[in-house]
Every structure is written in C-alpha cells, then in structure tokens.
C-alpha cells in the first residue's frame, strides 16, 4: 500500500478510540459547570491592578527612597566639587547598578517571611502569576532605578551616556542573571549565601579593574559589550521562567528550605 | 460532590509522610485525627493541591484536580495550621487582599466581609491591625478568609488552636450550619473539636489512614475496653506505671477516680465506660504520643 492508499484506508476506517471515558470526562466537567454557580470574579490583570494598592507602592515607595538617598550622597560629593575621575565614576556606577537586583530577594520571598505563602498558594490566581506579578513591580521599579543611577551618572559624575549605559547594564544585568540562577535552581538559604558570595567577588573584581581616562567605547567592545546584555537577557528570562514554572508548587523549595 | 484521594503518596529523601493514602470524602463534615508527625498536615496540602503527590491522585468528582488547576481553587477555602500576615495589615486589608487573590470582585468582597466579620464578631476590630489581636481572633480572621469564596470544600488545619471554649462552640456551631451539601474536612489532635460535629472521621498514623469510618463505629470499637474505677492515693502510684490512664479525678483527700483503658478490668470493681473517640485516639496512639503538643 502506498500512502495514499493508506490515509484513503484510514479515513473510511470508523474510529478505533474508546470513547467511554472521554464522554464520561465531558459529562463530569458538564455537570460541574452546570451546578457551579456564576463567580464573582475578576480578570487577573484586575487583581494585578489591585496588587498596586496592597503591596507593589510599598516596594517603589522604597525604591524610590533608595533613589532619593544615592542622588542626594553624590550630590553631596558634588557640592565638595570633588573631581571625579573617570575609574572611580565607573566604579560606582557599577557598585549602583550591581546592588539594584538584590532588592528582589527581600519582597520575592516577603510571603514565606511572613506565613502568607500557604494562603496565597491556594488562591484562585496561581502562585506562579503571583510571582510574576511580584517580579513586575520590583523589576519595574529596578529598570527606573537603573535610569535614575545612569542619569547620575552622567550629570553628576560626568561619564559620557554611552559609557554609563554600557556599564551599568552589564553590571546590572550581571548579577540579575546570578540572582535568577541562584533562586531558580537553589534553596532559600543556599541562594542567599551564593548571591552574598557573588557581590562580593563582583566587588573585588571591580576593586581591581583599571579604567583609562578615556570614554570612548570602541565598536567591537560595544559590539561584544551588547552581546553580552543580550546573552545576560536571555538567562534571565529563562531562568524567570523556571521559577515560574517551579513556583506553582512548594518545590521551589519555600516550605522545604 | 465526592472528593477521592486515590493511593496519593509523598516521599521526601528522608522520610514517606503520607503513605498510599486512600479516601474518599463526601458532604460533611470529616475529621482528620492524627499526633504530630503522622502526615496530616502534608495529606491536607496535597488536597489542597499546594503539594504534589509523589504518587497517586486527587479527584473531584472524577477530574484530577490538577487538570482542574484555577478552578479547583475556586471550590474551596484553606486554613493552614500555621498562617500569618503581612505586619501593616488591618484585618479589612487583609481580608481585602485574599478577595483580590481570589479574584473576588470589590462588590461581593465588601458584602462577604461584612457578613463574615458579623459572624466571628470581629466587627469591631475591622480597622485594627492583626498584629495586635488576640490568639483566637486572629485564628477567626484565619477562619473568615477561607470562607470569603463561599467553598464547596472546606480546609482546616487546626482550626480550634488558640480558641477559648466559648469560640469553640460558636465555631462548632458554624460549621455544622456551614456543612450542608458541603465537604468540610478538620484536621486536628484535639479529639473533642471534631468528635460532636464530624459525622466521620479519619486516623492517620505515620503516614497511613489506620483507621476511617463514622465516628459511632470508630467509638464502638473501644466498646469494653474503657473502665472507671476508685482507687487509693497510695496505689494510684503502682497502676500509674502498668494501666494507660486517660483521667484522674480527685474523689476527696484519699481517693481518686480514674478512666483507664484496657482489653479486661485489671482493678477489683472496675466499671466499664461508656467510650469516647478520644480514648480510641489514645488507644491507638498512647497517653504520651497522643497528648504530645
């Protein structure tokens, strides 16, 4: 038989599958939405718009602290007219952006700190859009900050935009990428312990890089230094959807850690 | 509605907490008794569907719950036996921001909230913050959120912890009325909550259901095997050390009245008891594993 001899065969063929439990599947999840009555419910972007008013203006209204705090100590570098030379801009401009992800982990986790988790976990939203909802609103503000610290970075410190952007996102998008790593394959502790490790071997490593008084960023740097982002970007995203996926039971290691 | 917990496993490297567990749950109102450690709490999570089994299933009415996902969810209300709060809430946000995570609309949110606060009168605390209430009222707040939906099945763990008795009662009473054509299952080692208002009950003993059945069988078990007897001070000591005593009564300076359990009177003149769940919760599990907190 060639192949169409055997699809003609298989089409005038009746069906082999046994439709018993299949119509009995229909007829349960009939009934239950026959007798379910109708919900007073909304959409989850709704609730997500709910989530501002309970928990996302808390984090932003610290982030924003943290904003106003950082502007108003290099103002005051500023004011001294200190010369800022163009290692230390850099530097500080890293150590900035590098800290920026590490305020995650304190709002991510804000359920497990208070006994909240198990509630939340048997709510109608999963607890994976939650923590995504929650991701949102602490990246959101993460990305103003990061504006808010490159901005600085260029008025007050007087690194060139290019400069300050290459830096503080290779900087920032570092150690997002080694936060996401560390949650979506580790347990609470252990996570905290390698993003701890992890700062301060960033920091060390910055200690000793030796910055040029020049701004310039050459094309194949820039080229590499976008690749880079881009690669960083990529991690991230998928290990956000790991904890996503993960985060709809407890093997997120919440109860088990 | 049948809720059928299908030979459902959990497997930590470990330990088994819940051992090829089997049951199947019907309108009303089920007790899961168990000392600490025997895997309720862990089966109560996988109904939940907070937990994964390691094997087996859980159904609703026949559909997996998993394949149910959200709209399992929807069905019921979870009182875990450790909750908590976020430190700023009042018991309204709070209530407030459970609604929100369970898709509740602001409308039925504020109906549901008012009716549930005069329920539990907390009505005058609904502007405090939970932080400051008390033990039992902050268990009532527990107890509202997992009403807010109107469940079809009702999940407590522990819910009496921290109640005095007369929230005991008005709690009891609540659910009884709750119960109807609804699936309410408590999980708890304080035999006398569940023993007046759960038609049926469960045991749980090291990861497995040992026993199951309506309470008036479960207790008829222990029939001749509960005795009553007054004994001396100066003896009470020796039959300390041999009998499992479940109660001690002082009967005067010299004298006291104990309940002890056993397959024969082992004392002259003992009577026999008429039996409680509890002293087939304690038959089973020991006064020392069973009264263990």
């Known amino acids: 038989m060639n192949s169409r001899e055997v699809k003609r065969t298989l089409r005038s063929m009746p069906a082999r599958t046994r439709q018993e439990p299949m119509e009995k599947t229909i007829a349960a999840l009939h009934t239950y939405f026959q007798k379910t009555p109708p919900t007073h419910r909304i959409s989850f972007m709704g609730t997500a718009v709910r989530f501002v008013r309970f928990t996302a203006w808390k984090i932003w209204l610290f982030q924003g602290l943290v904003m106003v705090f950082i502007s108003q100590f290099l103002l005051g570098f500023q004011d001294r007219q200190m010369a800022w030379t163009m290692g230390t801009s850099v530097k500080i401009l890293c150590l900035f952006c590098g800290t920026i992800p590490f305020i995650l982990f304190p709002f991510l986790y804000r359920s497990l700190r208070y006994q909240m988790q198990e509630v939340e976990m048997a709510a109608h939203f999963s607890y994976a859009k939650q923590m995504l909802v929650k991701l949102c609103v602490v990246e959101a503000g993460n990305v103003c900050m990061l504006a808010g610290g490159i901005v600085i970075s260029v008025v007050v410190m007087q690194l060139q935009t290019l400069t300050a952007l290459t830096y503080g996102m290779l900087s920032f998008l570092l150690l997002t990428t080694v936060l996401m790593l560390a949650i979506a394959h580790l347990a609470l502790y252990k996570a905290m312990a390698v993003c701890g490790g992890s700062y301060v071997l960033f920091f060390a490593v910055l200690e000793q890089c030796v910055f040029g008084s020049s701004q310039v960023i050459s094309a194949p740097v820039g080229m590499a230094a976008t690749l880079i982002c881009i690669f960083l970007c990529c991690v991230s995203f998928f290990q956000v959807r790991k904890i996503l996926q993960s985060a709809s039971y407890q093997e997120l290691h919440l109860l088990e850690s | ?293």
Request: hydrophobic letters at 40%.
């Open chain 2, 1 to 293: 509605m049948e809720l059928r917990v299908e030979h459902v496993s959990k497997k930590y490297a470990d330990k088994t907490a819940v051992n090829d567990v089997s049951l199947t749950l019907t309108p009303g109102i089920w007790g899961l008794l168990g000392a600490n450690g025997a895997g309720k709490t862990t089966l109560i999570r996988m109904i939940a569907d907070i937990l994964k089994p390691t094997a087996g299933e859980i159904l609703y009415d026949g559909i997996p719950i998993a394949t149910l996902d959200a709209e399992y969810r929807n069905l019921f209300g979870y009182l875990p036996q450790e909750f908590g709060f976020y430190p700023e809430f009042t018991v309204k946000d709070y209530l407030e921001y459970v609604a929100a995570l369970k898709g509740l609309t602001k409308t039925h949110t504020r109906e549901k909230i008012e009716e549930l606060l005069e329920q539990m009168t907390l009505t005058e605390v609904i502007n405090k913050k939970i932080r400051k209430l008390s033990g039992g009222m902050k268990r009532r707040v527990g107890i509202s959120q997992a009403l807010l939906n109107d469940p079809e099945i009702l999940i407590l763990d522990e819910p009496t912890s921290g109640l005095d008795p007369g929230e005991r009662i008005r709690l009891r009473r609540l659910l009884a009325e709750f119960s109807k054509g609804r699936i309410v299952l408590i999980s708890t080692h304080i035999v006398p909550d569940v023993e007046y208002i759960a038609a049926k009950q469960a045991i749980m003993r090291d990861g497995k259901i040992v026993l199951s059945g309506t309470t008036e069988e479960l207790v008829r078990k222990m029939d001749g095997k509960v005795w009553q007897s007054t004994v001396d001070n100066e003896t009470l000591a020796r039959y300390e050390q041999g009998l499992k005593i479940v109660n001690l009564k002082n009967e005067g300076a010299e004298e006291t009245q104990i309940r002890y359990l056993g397959e024969r009177a082992v004392i002259a003149g003992s009577k026999e008891a008429e039996p409680h769940l509890e002293d087939l919760y304690l038959w089973l599990f020991g006064a020392k594993e069973g009264g263990e907190e």
